[in-house]
């Protein structure tokens, strides 16, 4: 069965404190493995598309890395405005639809 | 890119009234795909709404219940019909603008029903 499981749910951190979020899933074939941000109240905003094992993408203090199980996103000096659920998802391997992780709320306290 | 704009945004409904959702985008779009966000859990897809055809559903989700409309490439509506307290949840409305798998959201309907 497709499955995406992210982890930690919750992770909180100081200012300038540098972590990762795990992102591991279970597709036979990937086609792609995407990472959002969603602040409270909104919808969720793109960030990354990693499509191969070794593939990396940053943006500001924020890299994704993908391997054949998993992808982290690492944060790097992480400021209060970072704060937010961070969401990864996945293709079906029927169709291109999007399974979705349940999301890790990070913190960051100033 | 794509702007969605998403109405209302938050609405809060007696049990067994409907409320319908739209959904209006910048651009012209082929797919057009519904979500539920309950409190604290991921994104369930509802429907896949494409202009000129019907809705595709999934699996628990029925069209009685959530009829959408795709009158033209830039706008859709979904309806919450005969709404129960289970039914309390955010509803966000997306798009697909290069057929990549990069969706584009809008901010959501937050849905309280009493």
């Known amino acids: 069965e497709d499955q995406v499981t992210q982890s930690p749910e919750a992770l909180r951190l100081q200012e300038g404190e540098s972590s990762s979020l795990n992102c591991s899933y279970t597709?036979?074939?990937?086609?792609?493995l995407f990472w959002y941000r969603q602040d409270p109240g909104k919808g969720p905003e793109f960030l990354f598309t990693l499509y191969s094992a070794g593939e990396e993408k940053e943006k500001e203090r924020l890299k994704a890395t993908l391997t054949k199980k998993e992808s982290f996103l690492h944060i790097t000096a992480p400021k209060p405005e970072d704060s937010a659920t961070y969401l990864c998802?996945?293709?079906?391997?029927?169709?291109?639809?999007?399974?979705w992780g349940a999301g890790t709320k990070l913190i960051i306290k100033p | 890119s794509a702007v969605i704009s998403q109405k209302p945004s938050r609405d809060i409904c007696q049990r067994g009234t409907s409320l319908t959702i739209q959904c209006q985008v910048d651009s012209q779009v082929t797919m057009m795909f519904w979500y539920r966000q309950q409190p604290g859990q991921s994104l369930t897809l509802i429907a896949t709404?494409?202009?000129?055809?019907?809705?595709?559903?999934e699996s628990g989700f029925v069209i009685d219940k959530f009829p959408i409309s795709r009158p033209n490439l830039t706008f859709s509506t979904l309806t919450v019909s005969n709404m129960s307290p289970e039914d309390s949840s955010i509803y966000l409305c997306?798009?697909?603008?290069?057929?990549?798998?990069?969706?584009?959201f809008g901010e959501g309907s937050r849905l309280t029903v009493l």
């Open positions: 709404a494409n202009q000129g055809s019907e809705a595709t559903y």
């Open positions: 997306s798009v697909d603008v290069g057929r990549t798998g990069e969706l584009f």
């Open positions: 597709v036979s074939g990937l086609r792609g």
């Open positions: 998802a996945v293709p079906m391997d029927s169709n291109y639809q999007l399974i």
